[in-house]
């Protein structure tokens, strides 16, 4: 996430915020190549290392359930990586694992410089704006090429709001609320009920 100088402080968890999620996402299995068991991984990490042979990971099976695994191997492809797990041998096997997500403990997560902030310590914050009040609860955040956009839903709607320090009161991570100060008529100009 962007850097911010924005005040950052642990207050009291806003009301209708979701709270801090225990694990991080790292990686989704998109697909399967081959007759060995071989994961096509969409990384969804920047940590280095962290899908390399001897990992341990979260598998969060799209059915339901999870399950403890051990990354065997790891290679670069063209999509992210294709990884070997402990026990995942053959494609039948691997196909079970298809749109899973591999997670790990959120403590696992490395500390982040300060004034920036991980994807999934904004997502469910409560956003209020200085003028136009509560806007509602940030789902997601959407690079767009030019940036990065925080999509908000709310009583409104839907708001996308760019993520500038500009824009940027306070960031409470533990305290779950985002204090924005954005320029007159954008909430009612960018509001969309879809």
């Given amino acids: 996430m962007p850097s911010s100088s924005s005040k950052t402080e642990g207050g ?11 694990t991080v996402v790292v990686g ?16 969804l990490s920047d940590v280095p290392g962290r899908l390399d042979a001897g990992a341990r990971l979260v598998a969060v099976l799209p ?6 695994v051990q990354v065997v191997s790891a290679t670069l492809h063209p ?12 494609r039948d096997a691997a196909l079970a694992l298809r749109g899973a997500t591999f997670e790990v403990p959120r403590p696992a ?5 300060q ?3 991980f994807e999934y310590e904004l997502v469910g914050c409560v956003c209020v704006d200085r003028s136009a ?12 090429g030019g940036g990065q956009l925080l999509r908000i839903v709310g009583a409104r709607g839907v708001l996308l709001v760019p993520f500038v320090e500009s824009f ?3 960031v409470d991570v533990a305290g779950r609320r985002i204090a924005l100060c954005l320029p007159d008529g954008l909430v009612e100009t960018c509001v969309s009920r879809s």
């Avoid at 009301?15 to 225990?22: C, Q, T, W």
């Fill in 109 to 113: 997560a490395p500390e982040r410089e």
């Fill in 79 to 90: 999509r992210g990586a294709v990884l070997r797990l402990r026990g995942i041998e053959d």
């Fill in 133 to 144: 009040g509560e806007l509602g609860v940030l789902e997601d955040v959407i690079e767009n």
């Fill in 12 to 22: 009291a968890a806003q009301p209708g915020a979701r709270p801090l999620p225990d």
């Fill in 63 to 68: 059915q339901g359930g999870h399950r403890d």
């Fill in 28 to 43: 989704r299995v998109t697909g399967v190549r081959g007759l060995k068991g071989d994961l096509v991984v969409e990384v």
């Fill in 115 to 117: 004034g920036t902030y």
């Fill in 168 to 170: 940027l009161e306070q």
